[in-house]
Nanobody
Framework: QVQLVESGGGLVQDGGSLRLSCAASGSIFGFTVMGWYRQAPGKQRELVAS???????DYADAVKGRFTISRDNSKNTSYLQMNSLKPEDTAVYYC?????????????WGQGTQVTVSS
């Protein structure tokens, strides 16, 4: 069974930085996309950034130039470096893995980690 464990959230001041990590345990096969989503109070969950097995990245417009996603395939771990944080970045951040193997798509979610940016 695959489990995702996030770490690195916390409280930071406006303009500060945080680095989130997501470690996956269990066996994940095939092509994968690792992503980070966030959900602020009263809002829908939204994609923040994603990275494919081959390293192709995608970012939400709101975080381009400030956030960087990376992954270590040998450790089944993804990272989200967040710089120049703003109060509007405050949310629960969830890591996600989508894997495609033998025509079967699997989706896994972490439990979420709180990021709070104070003004």
């Amino acid at each position: 069974q695959v489990q995702l464990v996030e770490s690195g959230g916390g409280l930071v001041q406006d303009g500060g930085s945080l680095r989130l990590s997501c470690a996956a345990s269990g066996s994940i096969f095939g092509f994968t996309v690792m992503g980070w989503y966030r959900q602020a109070p009263g809002k829908q969950r939204e994609l923040v950034a994603s990275i494919s097995t081959g390293g192709t990245t995608d970012y939400a417009d709101a975080v381009k130039g400030r956030f960087t996603i990376s992954r270590d395939n040998s450790k089944n771990t993804s990272y989200l470096q967040m710089n120049s944080l703003k109060p509007e970045d405050t949310a629960v951040y969830y890591c996600n893995i989508r894997s495609l193997s033998r025509g079967i798509l699997n989706t896994y979610w972490g439990q979420g980690t709180q990021v709070t940016v104070s003004s």
